[in-house]
Each structure stands twice: as C-alpha cells, then as structure tokens.
C-alpha cells in the first residue's frame, strides 16, 4: 500500500520530468530578478569590495532588500524593532539567533524576490510562521536573511465558506476567531500562538482530527513560491506530486504563500483539563487506552494526557475536548470517574480553549521537543509515564524546570483519513493504528543546563524505544512537528517516501535551494544535528 503510493508518484515525477524541466538549466536569477522589478544595476554597485564571504553576501542582500522595499520591511540589529521581533519566538534558543536582517515580506512576489536574492547572493535564509519550532535555526539564521511572514495575514472565505485562504503568518488564534462569527473552523492547531506555516506543513493535530483527519490532510491547495521565485499552486489537480509532498515534507520544497484550508462546520465546543495525582495514574492510563482503542466510536472526542513534575510532586493532566456543546459525554465517563484535584472542563468556543493552552505554553524559556511512535498498549503507556519520572530525577533540580512526558492517540480513523486526496508522505497506514504519539517536552531557564537536560531526553526516547523493540511495538514514524534537531524525520517515513520526497524536491529545485540556502529544520536526508547530545 504505501509502496504502491510512492511508487504512483514515482512514475509521475519521472513522467514530469520527462515532459519538461520546471526550471530550464540556463535559468538566470539575475534576469528572474528583473523580470519582478528589481533594479540589479543597484545590487552591483552595492557590492562593493565582495571578499566572498557569509557576511558580505548577507550585507548585499539585506541592502537590496531594503532599497527595493523600504526600511519598513527589513529590520536590522540596533533597530528596536529587531529585539521585539526576536522576542515573538516562544523558545529562548530561537530568540538568541541573531540574524544579518529580517525581512518582511507583505506579497508574494517579494518572497519570490527574496528567495532569488539568496541565491544571486548566496546568502542564506530561514522563514518563520509562528515561531514555535523550538531549536535553534530552526525558523532563524545566525547571519542570514529571516523571512518573517507576519505581514501575509489574510483570511478569507470562499463564496461557498467551503475553502478558508489563509496567510502563512497567521497564528491558529486568529484564523479562529475570524472563522467563528460564522460558525466555521479549520482543522488547525489547539494552542493559540502557534503558527499555521510549520503546523500545517508537519502534519498537523487538532481537536477535530478523529473526525477529519489531520491539518495537512485538509488542505485544498498550497500557494507556493519554488526556488525559482515562480509561484505554483499546488493541489490534487494541478502539481500534485507537490502537493503530495507538502503534506508533511516540511519545508523542503518552497515557501507557501496561501494555505487553501477546508472549513468544517463548528459551533461550540466542550472541554478542558482535570488535574490528577499520582494515585489516579493506573485510571488515567486504563482510560487513555480504552478511548483510544474505542476512538471510531464517537469521532467528536479527543484527548491528551500529560505527566509532569513540578514543586516535587508528580501529577498528570487529563485535557479531554469534545466537538459539540456537550458536557461528560458518555465516552469520556472513565475519565470523569477519576476523582480529580481541579477541573477546567465547560462548554466554550475553539478560540476560547486555545488560549487557556497557550497560557501554560508561556515564550521566553528554553525548550525541548522529542517524539516517538509506538503501538498503542496499556502496558507500555505505563513503562513510558515510568522511565520519564526515573530519569528526570538527574535533572530534577535545573532551575525552573518543568519537564512532561504527553501522550496522545493517532487514532485509526485518523489514520484513514490520511489516504484522502491521494495520501500523504508520512507513510503511516490505518491498519497499524491506533498509536501512541509520546513527545517529551521540557522547559528551563539556564543555558549551563541544556546538555544535561538533553542528554536526560535523549535517554528517555532510546529507553522507550529499545523496550518498544522487545515487546513489538515500535514504529518508525518520527512527527516533525514534535522531533528534536537530533532526529532524523524523513527517513522515518519510509525509503520510498524519502525517495519520491528527493525527487519531487529535485524537480522544483534543482540546485537544492531548500536543502542548502535554507539549512535550518528537517531536511529530506536526515536530522539537523547528527551528533547525540
Ligand atoms: C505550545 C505548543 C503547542 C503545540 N500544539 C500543537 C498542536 O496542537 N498540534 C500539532 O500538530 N502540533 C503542535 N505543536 C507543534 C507545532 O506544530 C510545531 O512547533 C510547528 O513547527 C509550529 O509551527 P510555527 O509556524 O509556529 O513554527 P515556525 O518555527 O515558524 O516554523 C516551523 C518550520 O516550518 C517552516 N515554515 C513555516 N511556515 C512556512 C511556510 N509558509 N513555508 C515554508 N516553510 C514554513 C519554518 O521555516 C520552520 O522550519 C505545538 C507546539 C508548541 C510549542
Ligand atoms: C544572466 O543574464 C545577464 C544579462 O541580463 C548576464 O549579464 C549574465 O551573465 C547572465 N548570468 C548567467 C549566470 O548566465
Ligand atoms: C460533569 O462532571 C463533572 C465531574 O464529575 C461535574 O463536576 C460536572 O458538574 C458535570 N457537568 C455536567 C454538566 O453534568
Ligand atoms: C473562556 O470562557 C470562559 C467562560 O465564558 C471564561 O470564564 C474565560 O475567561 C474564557 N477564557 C479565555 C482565555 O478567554
């Protein structure tokens, strides 16, 4: 099945290929620059002495940059507006890079621009949507180009409501709160601050994916601008081998511009969280295994189940949704049987909900994401809450320290939604499912602490994966939007996704612009630090 997918596409990227080349090899950047109104003539004169280095190509580039759109549209440091925008990153590590300039582009032929002047420069770049990839260059470059997609803020509804257009510098908040007054939503992100640009393009879990699936599965159509600076949509019917690809490749193969999401009917909401403590983690396990396995039963309810530390004590978080206006619903009564220290759960809208996450997701700490992918087990759910709590006693005392261990369900009927609109690249399949979805996640404050909080990470993930292993229930699907700079995402989707991945790069970019102007994140051939911790 996922052989046979690849394959198809496969067939069609070498048939693409065939037919004609998407950028010719006499492809002149210079000339493309032109075509869009630049002044070059300007650029050869702003050279200046050029010793070949980083530095200088940057400086040539964010001085065209800045003399083809104004200083409005660039920040550089010692401007007030540099710190303010370095400070809208939520990890402390992204906040610490110091890009040459940041650029802002409010159309899309100035990404095409800016996308051609790194590689007449080649100085390089990193995009930024929301900001909340937490590593270092992960959306931020240490003496390049960061295009911030802030100003690409539009919403708007088709004549129909099916098909919401959405800026990539949209948080999910704001797409929400636009969306409601018509009883609409998207399936999107569930904390407020998070970016529709690296959320949609890494897959994407909602509230509402039991029901329709994943963000990345419910995208129409992609408005992309390739390292050629041309600007294609992508959809099931036209350039489908990108569209394939964009759901879930990240950001290997341009920069999307316009996200034609589908909108799903949705009025009020019910959930929240219920506060437990450590006597009440064998229930919390039993039920998050039975909603799990019982997920196909009522597709309106969702779940996340947290573990975590703080003030010496262990507690866990049962943060329970439900897609209509209903309160403890019947699929939940194992859950809501389970005495709880607090309860947050009411009857309250989608934008509502995601503010009350985003207010324990505070910006300005250090931070770390791992993942892993497992079979879905009790048992094994158990060995995972256990291993956590074992080994964050080595870092236990790291100032301000909140480490958690979150467990969610890739339910099947989130699985089968994945093969809609001719699949996906993340080479997961219904019939493996339901899986359990572990990321690890930590915050801190002191930089003197990062390696031995890392390491405690690193630990964790090898521990549950090696016993994972023994008992059969390893899988090697790495969630880019959960995975640390030491893992490697892509090849976890399998040899021949990775393969059909490369080629379909290969056609929109030949000369790898994604992969070399563009360093930062997840990038096809394996993890952005090959080193463990
Ligand atoms: C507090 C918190 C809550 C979260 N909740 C969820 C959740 O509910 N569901 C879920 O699935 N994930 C969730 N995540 C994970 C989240 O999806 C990832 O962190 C994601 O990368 C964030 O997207 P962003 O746009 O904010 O990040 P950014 O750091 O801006 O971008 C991440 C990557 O995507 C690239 N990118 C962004 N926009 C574009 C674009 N338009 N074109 C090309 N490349 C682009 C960037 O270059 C970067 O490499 C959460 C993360 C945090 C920290
Ligand atoms: C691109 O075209 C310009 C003329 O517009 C020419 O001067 C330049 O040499 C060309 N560049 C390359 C790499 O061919
Ligand atoms: C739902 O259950 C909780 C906990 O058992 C209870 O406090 C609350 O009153 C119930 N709400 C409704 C509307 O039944
Ligand atoms: C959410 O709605 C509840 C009930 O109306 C309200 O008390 C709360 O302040 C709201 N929270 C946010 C973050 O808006």
Request: aromatic content about 10%; proline content about 4%.
């Amino acid at each position: 099945m996922r052989i046979s997918r690849a394959m198809r596409f496969a067939v069609l990227v070498a048939g693409t290929l065939a037919e004609s080349a998407f950028e010719p090899v006499d492809f002149n950047v210079t000339n493309a620059l032109v075509d869009l109104g630049v002044n070059v003539d300007f650029i050869s004169k702003l050279s200046g002495p050029v010793e070949g280095s980083s530095r200088d190509a940057c400086r040539i580039a964010c001085n065209a940059l800045e003399y083809t759109f104004g200083s409005d549209s660039v920040d550089t440091p010692r401007r007030p507006s540099y710190d303010s925008f370095t400070n809208t990153y939520w990890s402390l590590q992204q906040a610490s890079v110091d890009p040459y300039c940041i650029f802002k582009p409010s159309k899309r032929e100035q990404v095409s621009v800016v996308v051609l002047l790194s590689r007449l420069t080649q100085c390089p770049f990193a995009v930024k949507s929301g900001g909340h990839a937490a590593f270092a260059g992960a959306s931020s470059i240490e003496g390049g180009i960061t295009v911030a997609l802030e100003r690409m803020n539009e919403i708007t509804l088709s004549s129909d409501n099916k098909i919401a257009s959405i800026g990539p510098g949209n948080r999910w908040q704001d797409v929400y709160t636009r969306l409601e007054s018509q009883d609409l939503a998207v399936v999107g992100g569930r904390v407020a601050a998070i970016g529709v640009g690296g959320l949609t393009l890494g897959g994407g879990i909602s509230f509402f994916s039991n029901q329709y699936g994943w963000a990345c599965d419910n995208v129409a159509s992609y408005e992309v601008v390739t390292a050629s600076g041309i600007v294609v949509t992508a959809s099931l019917s036209s350039s489908s081998d990108l569209y394939w690809a964009l759901r879930g490749g990240g950001n290997n193969f341009g920069i999307v511009t316009r996200f034609d999401l589908q909108t799903i009917p949705q009025g009020k909401m019910w959930g929240g969280g219920r506060l437990l403590n450590e006597a009440a983690f064998p229930a919390a396990i039993k039920a998050f295994y039975n909603l799990g396995m019982n997920s196909a039963q009522d597709k309106d309810a969702a779940q996340i189940l947290s573990f975590a530390y703080a003030q010496n004590t262990k507690f866990a978080s049962a943060d329970l949704q439900y897609a209509k206006p209903v309160a403890n619903t019947s699929i939940f009564a194992e859950y809501m049987a389970i005495p709880a220290m607090k309860d947050t759960t009411q009857i309250r809208s989608l934008s509502n909900l995601t503010m009350q996450f985003d207010a324990s997701n505070p910006n300005g700490l250090r931070e770390t994401y791992w993942t892993a992918t497992f079979k879905l087990d009790e048992a094994f759910a158990a060995f995972t809450k256990d291993v956590f709590f074992e080994e964050i006693a080595a870092i236990a005392d790291a100032p301000s320290l909140v480490p958690a261990v979150t467990l969610q369900v890739i339910t099947t009927p989130q699985l089968e939604k994945m093969a809609q609109n001719g699949g996906n690249p993340l080479g997961l399949d219904a019939k493996d499912g339901p899986l359990i979805l572990l990321n690890l996640n930590m915050m801190w404050s002191l930089i003197d602490d990062d390696t031995r909080i890392l390491e405690t990470n690193s630990k964790i993930l090898d521990r549950t994966v090696a016993e994972a292993e023994k008992r059969g229930l390893a899988v090697d699907y790495i969630y880019m939007n959960y995975a640390s700079q030491y893992q490697s995402v892509v090849p976890s989707y399998g040899e021949a996704n990775q393969d059909t991945l490369e080629q379909i790069a290969h056609h929109y970019d030949p000369i790898g612009v994604f992969q070399k102007l563009q360093p930062g994140y997840f990038k096809l051939g394996g993890a952005p630090v090959s080193s463990a911790p």
